[in-house]
Each structure stands twice: as C-alpha cells, then as structure tokens.
C-alpha cells in the first residue's frame, strides 16, 4: 500500500481534467496552483474546448495521453466527475482526486452517485481521493493541487507536521494561518467525503513518509473506529497524532452530519479508546497546530518538572498558574532547584531578580545572563522540559536569544513563549526557523508543554505493551 | 475621590523626576514616551545637571516650579524616589507615580521603605502610584508615563476598554500585542506593589470614566477583598469587569509572592464571590483582553440561543462543538430556525448550501447573500446571538462584509471570527475599526460569545438583588 501512496506523495505526473483558462472556474485555480507552486513533473491539462492553457498542451480527454497518471484532478460538476472516471480507469490513474462537492453530504441522490463511483473504481487499480475535496499538498514534492487561488490563500512551504483534514475549507483556512510565522508542512490531505481512501490509510502514507514527524487530523467522524484505533496506536510509537475530533455533543454530531455525512461516536467512548492509542486532542484549529508543531520539534519532556525562565514577572506567575492546574486532566510541576543550582543561577541573575522557579531575569536581563541560565536548566537533573518567553520590553534581549534557545532545545525539552506585536511577529518567525515551537500565549505555550508531556506518558504505556 | 482621579486621568501638568537626556536611563523614555505620545499639558523635566531635555526648560528639583504638578513621575532608584517623596508633598503634587522597584518584593528592607513612603505622604494630598510601576497610559489625554521605549513596545491609541495590571511587564506586552489589530484603551493603570492607591480606587475611577466600557483587571492578589468585592459588583452593574487573578495553585501563589509579595487567597472562595459580584473569570493574557473586548462592543445576549453563520463547513462544526460543550461551565444552544426562517434563508442560501444552524454558504457564499442572511438572523425571535464568520477562501466575500456585519451587532449581539494569514488581517483590522469584537480563532469567537452571556445572567441576578 505505501509503494502505491508514493505516486500521491511525490507523483511523476498530474493531469487536470477540467483544466480551463476562465479565472472563475476551479480548474483554472487547481492548474495555476500546480505550476505556480512548482511542480516538476509532467502536467497534463486535460479540456476538449482548449489548444493550450498556461502555455501547457492541453488534451480532450486522459484516452489522449499516452501514460497512466499518477494524479488525476477532476475539476468537474459532481455528475460529470463521474463519468470521468471511466476515462481515469482506462488510463490506469492511480490517485484521482475527485474535486466537486454534490455527493452524500447532501443526501439519497448524492448517496447514489457515490455508489457509482465506488463501482466504476472497483477491482481496478484506481484510487479515488474525496469527492468534495480541495485536494492535496506535499510541499516536499512541490505538489499543490488546491482549488483556491494564491491570492486567497498562502499555502505552506516544506515543513514536518502531516495535516489530514476531513474539511477542507477549514484545511485551507488553517494552512493559511500557519504560513504567519513561516510554519511549513510535510503535507495536506483533504480526504472529504472519503467514499475511497479514508483516514486510515492517509495516516498510514505519513506515518511511512520519511519527512512527516507528527500528524494531525481534523475528523467530523471515523470511517472504521477499529482501523483508525489500530493505525493511530501503530503510528504514536514512532510519530505523535494529534486529532481534531468534533461532535462532542449531540448538536454538533448534527452540524457535522449537514457538513460531511458523519455520523455519531459516543464522545467518551472515543476518548478512552484515544487515550489508549496514545492519541492527542485538540480542541480548535489553533490548539491541534500548536500541538502537532511541539510534537513534531521537541521530544516529550522525560518528567513533569517544568523550569520557567522569563523577563517578566507576571508571566512567569501566570504561567506558573496554567502549568499546575488542570487543563484536559494535566497538571504539571515547578521544577525545585538544588541549592547548588541556585547558587550557580544567582551568578547570572541581577540582584532584583528571582532565582526561584519561575526564574525572573526582570526588563534588566541581558542575552549573555538568559543564556547562562539556560545552560544551568539544561545540565539540571531536576528539570524535564524548559518554557522559555523572549519578551521584546526587554532592551537587552533580542533576535540573539534565538540561537541559544536552539541549542538548549536540542538537548531538553524546551517551548518558547512570545508576547507582543512587531517584534514579538520578527523573534516567532526565527524560533520557527530554528525549529522551536514557539507560541504568542502563555496559554498556548503552557498547553503545548502539556501535550508533549501527554504524549510521552502515553508512549511509555504505549512501549511497556499497557 | 473621583474628582481626584480626574488630575490622573486627564492632568494639566507633569513632571518628570529623574528626566534624562540618556537614552539608557528610564527618566529618558518616560519623557520620550510623554512627548511623542502628544501629551499636551505642561512638562517638567526635573534633572540638577540639566537645563534643558527635549527641547523642555529641566528644573533641578520640584521646589522650582511655582504650580502644583497633577502627576509627577519619580524615575529614580528606590530610596532616591522615597526622598523625592517630600518635594511632591511640599509641591502639592496630587499623584506620584513611582517607578522603582526594590521595594517590598524584595522582602524586610523593602517594606520598610514601603512604610517610609506611607509615613511620607500620611497626611497630606498626594496619593502614590507603585512603587515598581511602568507607569500609566490615558491615549484620551494623550498621556503616556511607561517606562519602555517606543521602538519596544508600541502603545494603543483611543479605545474602550480600561485595564489594570499588578504586572508592569505583562501589562506592557499585553498592550504591545493588542495594537496588533488596531485595538485601543480607555487606560492602563499598573498599580504595582500599591502602597497607597490600590485597584479598588483605579477600579471606581474607571467606573466614573465616560470613555471606559468595560474593565480588565489582571491581578495576582487582592489588596482588600471586601472593598473590591463591593466595588466590582458596584462596577459590573453599568460596566463589564473581568479579572485574571493568579494564585490558582499554591505553586503559582509561591511563584506570586516572589514576584509582587502578593498573599494566596482560596480560590474555590474567591470564584464563588467574584460570581456574586458579577465578575467574568479569565485564565490568560489572551483571554482578558478577548472577554474585555467584546464586553466593551457588545451588550449581553438576551438568551443562550446562537446563530452560526459560516462559508466553511468544517468551521461551524467546530463552532458547534465548542458552543455547546462547557467551557468554564457555560454551555449555549444552537438556535432552531421556524420553517417561514428557513424558507427565508433558503432564498438567499445556494443550492448546496446548509439553512440548518451553522448555516453553511459555502465557498461559493456572497457578499450580498451573506447580507440578506444576518438580516433574517437579526429580525428572528429564535436567535440570541450571532457568531459570524468572514472567512478568505471565499471569493465572493471580502471587506465589504465589515458594513453588513456592523449593521447586524448595532441590533443584535454579534461576534465575528476570521481564521487565515493576510487576507484576515486586513479583515480584523476593518472589523476593529467597525466596532465590531472579532477574533483569530473558532475557540477565541465562541469563548468571547461565552464571556458576554456570562455577564448576561450575572448582571440580571446582579439588578434582580439575588
């Protein structure tokens, strides 16, 4: 199965069919996206009423190309896309990624229709991608097949965290969000309506994929509760998931089903059965990227003894605050030094400032005296894992902080916090560079500490067969 | 009293003790902070080895300016600014703001100074601010006292919501964060370690402020918790009041201590007064200024019934999730249409668009249908509140919704969410401008509609004597 997910990962060749030079038709969007993003392989537009588009020899149909697509967009009308499908059989395509909403999540005659595409596909060597989808990204093989224009959205470069999202106007949505600070990702996957590929094996694609370090997943239902269980627990040994999972309560099982069909999972049932897998939740579309970004940079923290070093009081007490109680039945501890550690701490700190935890360095810190520190919580055997704020009221601390941010996260569990505008925005997009997660909240920061903390609770039960 | 404040709020006059024409003394930026915010007043530069800062006639001591200053900030090292103390006193300066930290939380010697500066202005018309203050900010007088440089840490303009911090850090990178979408204070009063003026006073001052909507207060102890019980519930008949107050842990008490001397308060106790008195819980920096925000723009919905509106599926069921499922105990309904309602959305709705709560336009949604939209919402008997989504994937919809969605929360409670990079920027600073509370995230939309029924049912109980 993962030989054959290659030719979606990273395919040799993409036809378009639907492909159009009209602005305001989605195959227009999806074809100026595969150039404009990149793509290297053959491009194959496939329209009966055009010569060429975008300088690219266009063809009336894939019986006119003389290989098997790895991918096949159909930018078409629900009905037509179907029909289509013979064509993409015949050609031996074997991703299609079926574009046009209009199926199950609108009822019987929509139900149907996918029927038909599960029977045009069968006992072939096609798979089928959605329908309902806005497609596909793997920024690692410059593939975007996305049906919203670049001037909409920005989609994201290279990156380590797997996004597969069962909506996909929510996927681009968030895509775009991410791209801020310059957060890449190893790949998108709208599965939509998934009447072919599911979940379950797109978790299986990454969980294989040499460039995807955490996944994380927006679900509205899923498709086989025992599939997902199995693959999701298989996948959290090696690469933490993180799952989106709505329909918390009766009402949003409801909204969900209008959206995209899904039905119903008992909320509590399902948590146990996540816990067990060792699968995060995340409860919004910011917390499972926070969280997939921590899991996918940082290791777990080794214990629950958090150092906090900050130039702002208040901060730190705040964060003192989140850290030891409960959010989502996680509760961390303050580190307590040694008495040797605070006396080496109170080398580098100034007079007012506290060498208690959390470590106030106060608007006097200096870069020099933050760095020190952070060697002394990194050597400590009473610290698991470090919360870090670079804080811009600080004259002496700058964009200089980074790299020793850097080399302490390479050697202990370590989350930044940053808090402010301009160049709070200029320090987020180099910790991003330096692959630290990093977080304009102290809640967020707090709550990322706690998920790379869960996680690695989780894999020890996980690794000791429990 | 309030009278009083009037010459802190909105003074004719200020001096500046320990004004400095080098950059790395705080006396420097204080001024710099006066005169580049446009302060119009009367300055006083006070500095024995200057005759001139800023282009500003320097004074060597208080003794030589021949009016009573209304603020007189004393940028000086601690038991300095105690002995300038008498010159304010014998100048009849009305407020002093004292910069310096080293006072009491930094143990025995500093109380003493603190009972120095009690004992100093025992008696007399001059009421102390701090010490261990950054200062204060009233942008409707143009008056800016903070001690971190512009190029730092920018400073909000005009606005609604006033803001009182124990933390001078967290208060500056708070304000530094929220200029980010253009968002502005009534005032920010850091009352630091309040020897003499304490939050009940800045409290009742804002109650009294024509500018002021609402309050948020961030707190890591209560200086008398009868009087600010009283006070707030005073407050929070005519003016939203939302506290962060730390100390939830005993850890995080310990953690407040070292950083104020702030003492630990039950917090089971004090959630059940502050709930008596009408005041809205925040958990972070982030969440205080959201809740005072929409407290600010909006009143309270008349119920717990909301209307989703959304052009991205996935979002409204996300929404829904959250609305409906408790979030600090607070749980809303989603409002069910009457059948004349949905035939009446289905008019503007598309064909494969959701009439159902969220009503899903879809990515092919309009400006225009959207309008006709939030019109039936606010015209319905069924609907409590609006949470509405301007979403950039979609391409018929842009800033022209920022008018229409003014329209609809001038007559009914209605908040906005908008998810993405550049496009919802440039949306959150329109809605901003708008008056319109608006946030980056489905958790960050549904928590503030949360936040404004909160103060709903306790303003009701409040007015009902219960």
Redesign the interface.
């Given at each position: 199965m993962n030989n054959l997910f290659e030719a979606l990962r990273n395919p040799g060749s993409v036809a378009v069919v639907g492909a159009s030079p009209d602005r305001r038709k989605i195959g227009n969007a999806v074809l100026e996206n595969l150039v404009r993003y990149g793509y290297s392989g053959r491009i194959y537009p496939v329209n009966p009423s055009c010569n060429e588009i975008f300088g690219l020899r266009c063809f009336p149909s894939l019986d006119g190309i003389d290989q098997a697509v790895d991918v096949a967009v159909i930018a078409l009308p629900a009905e037509k896309s179907v029909e289509v499908l013979d064509q993409c059989v015949r050609n031996s395509s074997k991703f299609v990624i079926m574009v046009a909403?209009?199926f199950s999540e609108?009822g019987e005659e929509g139900r149907k229709l996918e029927a038909q595409v599960r029977a045009r596909i069968n006992g072939t060597g096609t798979r089928v991608i959605g329908p309902n989808t806005v497609g596909v990204l793997f920024p690692h093989s410059a593939l975007n097949t996305a049906l919203?224009?670049n001037d909409?959205?920005?989609y994201p470069g290279k990156g380590s965290v797997a996004f597969i999202?069962?909506?996909?106007?929510?996927?681009?949505?968030?895509m775009?969000?991410i791209?801020?600070f310059g957060m890449g990702v190893s790949g998108f996957v709208n599965i939509g309506n998934r009447v072919d590929v599911t979940e379950v094996e797109v978790l299986s694609m990454f969980m294989h994929d040499p460039n995807t370090r955490s996944i994380v997943l927006?679900l509205?239902s899923i498709s086989d509760g025992a599939a997902f269980f199995s693959k999701a627990r298989e996948a959290s040994l090696t690469k933490p998931v993180v799952l989106?999972k709505?329909?918390?309560?009766?009402?949003?099982s409801?909204?969900?089903s209008?959206?995209?069909g899904a039905m119903a999972t008992d909320d509590r049932v399902l948590d146990g059965v996540l816990r067990q897998a060792g699968v995060i939740r995340a409860?919004?579309?910011?917390?499972l990227l926070d969280y997939g970004r921590a899991l996918a940079y940082q290791p777990p923290p080794s214990g629950d003894r958090i150092a906090v070093i900050t130039?702002?009081?208040?901060?730190?007490?705040?964060t003192?605050?989140?850290?030891?109680?409960s959010h989502d039945g996680i509760r961390l501890?303050?580190a307590s030094f040694s008495s040797e550690e605070k006396d080496e701490l109170k080398k580098y700190a100034l007079p007012?400032a506290?060498v208690?935890?959390?470590i106030?360095l106060?608007?006097d810190g200096s870069s020099e005296a933050y760095a020190a520190i952070l060697n002394v919580l990194v050597e400590s055997d009473n610290v698991d894992g470090i919360i870090a704020y670079a804080?811009?009221?600080?004259?002496k601390i700058g964009v200089d902080i980074v790299d020793p941010l850097k080399v302490a996260s390479r050697k202990k569990t370590l989350v930044a916090g940053v808090?402010?505008?301009?160049?709070?925005k200029s320090l987020l997009v180099e910790l991003e560079k330096a692959g630290i997660p990093a977080y304009?909240?102290?809640?967020r920061a707090t709550n990322a500490m706690k998920a790379l903390y869960c996680y690695g609770v989780y894999r020890r039960r996980l690794l000791d067969g429990n």
């Open positions: 909403g209009g609108l919203t224009p909409r959205i920005y999202s069962q909506s996909g106007a929510l996927g681009l949505l968030v775009d969000s791209t801020e927006y509205e989106l709505t329909g918390r309560s009766e009402e949003s409801r909204a969900a209008f959206h995209t409860y919004d579309e910011v917390e130039t702002a009081g208040g901060v730190g007490v705040v003192t605050d989140l850290l030891t109680t501890r303050m007012i506290s208690n935890n959390p106030d106060t608007a804080l811009p009221q600080t004259p808090i402010g505008n301009r160049l709070s304009p909240s102290i809640g």
